[in-house]
């Protein structure tokens, strides 16, 4: 999803990047054939309903990175789901949704208004049922997903290789992913005769950092907000948390940016202290040139 804040642009964006997903799926045709996208407000719940009438198996959603909405697009987005799925009983929609992204949905609210605000309706953030994360990769199963790759290729990973990776990564999926493409498709061209080693591992982490790809992006935007600053400098200057409970603790924690549980609270990995290192040095350093 892309970061619209105003739902005249959002909303058809999001109906009309679901007709193209549904498409390709080889779904049934027929997702937003008569869609107004001029009716924001509207056009996205009226579309699934239409949809859903016509359909004879129940329908399941995952919207990814829903977490990039905000402002106006986000309350209606949220508030047009809500309709729906509070009125299934009457009205055909969808079965279940998922909304997927780095945070929380009880977050959302922050982007929206003060704690003390209202919307002056029916809360659209009153829509989850259940609200999970997804675990990090223990070292055996880090070893056992590279082993996979190896019983297909039979190109092996030496055991200092798989040890790196892991507590390089400690485990994140796309970085301990990430590492083994680097490796497989770029340090050896898919020589699949050439085992891989620490010292490719170590290359690896290394071009990765460089690269900061996407996934980094999004997460070091993060960076910007007040709240996970206040969270994460205190950490790269060595000073330790005292309250853990706090809600931007938590919100931080919950981004995937910091972990708690060797007894103190530290960047999630190696590899995402380095880049957080590098962009509040960056940061830092573009705040005092303009201030000059």
């Known amino acids: 999803m892309q970061e619209w804040t105003e739902p005249e642009r959002g909303i058809p964006a ?4 679901l007709a193209s997903a549904i498409r390709d799926s080889g779904m049934p ?3 937003a054939a008569d869609a107004d996208y ?5 056009v996205l719940r009226s579309s699934l309903v239409a949809y859903c009438r016509v359909l004879d198996k129940p329908l399941v959603i995952f919207f990814d990175e829903s977490d990039c909405l905000s402002d106006g697009t986000l309350i209606t987005f949220l508030r047009q789901l ?13 079965h279940s949704i998922a909304l997927v992204g780095m945070r929380n949905i ?7 208004r003060p704690e003390s605000a209202t919307l002056r309706t029916a809360s659209p953030f009153n829509i989850v049922t259940k609200a999970f994360s997804l675990n990090n990769f223990s070292e055996a199963e880090a070893a056992e997903l590279y082993a996979q790759h190896t019983a297909e290729t039979g190109q092996e990973f030496e055991p200092q290789a798989v040890e790196y990776a892991f507590e390089q990564t400690q485990g994140q999926p796309w970085l301990v992913n990430a590492v083994a493409r680097e490796c497989v498709e770029e340090l050896v061209k898919r020589d699949y005769s050439v085992p891989i080693t620490q010292s490719m591992a170590e290359q690896a982490v290394q071009n990765i950092i ?6 980094f992006d999004s ?14 400098q ?7 948390v005292t309250d853990k409970g706090d809600d931007d603790y938590m919100f931080t924690k919950d981004l995937g940016l910091i972990r708690d549980d060797r007894d103190h609270t530290e960047p999630a990995n190696p590899i995402y202290a380095e880049l957080i290192f590098r962009a509040l040095t960056r940061m830092a350093q573009e705040s005092i040139k303009n201030a000059g």
């Open 29 to 31: 045709d027929g997702f």
């Open 234 to 240: 205190p950490l790269i200057m060595g000073e330790e």
């Open 219 to 232: 997460l070091l935007e993060r960076l910007k907000e007040p709240r996970v600053r206040k969270v994460i």
């Open 38 to 42: 001029s009716d924001a407000t509207n």
């Open 106 to 112: 009880r977050d959302y609210k922050a982007q929206i």
């Open 210 to 215: 460089l690269a900061r790809g996407t996934h």
């Open 82 to 94: 809500r309709e729906g799925y509070v009125n299934r009983g009457d009205v055909p929609f969808v």
């Open 14 to 17: 999001i109906v009309k990047g």
